[in-house]
């Protein structure tokens, strides 16, 4: 398993910057490589929500399941991934200045599946650098919950 991190501070409250975060239709619009999410609850997501994402990799699609298996409102969310890359994405979210400002910190856990699309995604994340990817994601995080009034 590969793990990546990022880690960085938010000028709004936690309740804002959950709203963003805990919404998986923003995803598309924090990393190009996903291009579609399905299947998100109507009512939010919850313990043993599922939804799935299609990401693209150099021209090859792949679905993936997503499933909440944690989740604390406005404060921590873990999520399995399943399929051409199976891994955890976890979410934490502190107050500070009196919860006036967020520190918002990602961590990822993950494996790309053997097989042709398996390497051609693993191959796309190890040109660009995953860690890149990440920060790029966290930080369209913080400019969306900045730009909210």
Do not use: C
Not at 24 to 50: F, Y
């Amino acid at each position: 398993m590969t793990v990546v991190q990022v880690s960085l501070e938010v000028d709004a409250p936690p309740e804002r910057v959950w709203g963003v975060v805990a919404d998986p239709n923003n995803l598309p619009a924090w990393d190009r490589h996903i291009v579609k999410v399905a299947d998100v609850p109507k009512g939010g997501l919850r313990k043993g929500s599922t939804y799935t994402t299609e990401l693209r990799f150099l021209g090859a699609r792949a679905r993936t399941l997503m499933k909440v298996v944690e989740l604390e409102e406005a404060e921590h969310s873990k999520v399995e991934m399943h399929g051409i890359v199976d891994g955890v994405v976890e979410t934490w979210l502190e107050p500070l200045d009196g919860g006036r400002r967020t520190h918002l910190r990602h961590r990822v856990e993950y494996r790309f599946k053997g097989g042709p699309l398996g390497e051609i995604a693993a191959r796309a994340v190890g040109a660009l650098g995953a860690g890149m990817i990440l920060r790029r994601g966290a930080t369209a995080q913080k400019r969306q919950a900045e730009s909210w009034s």
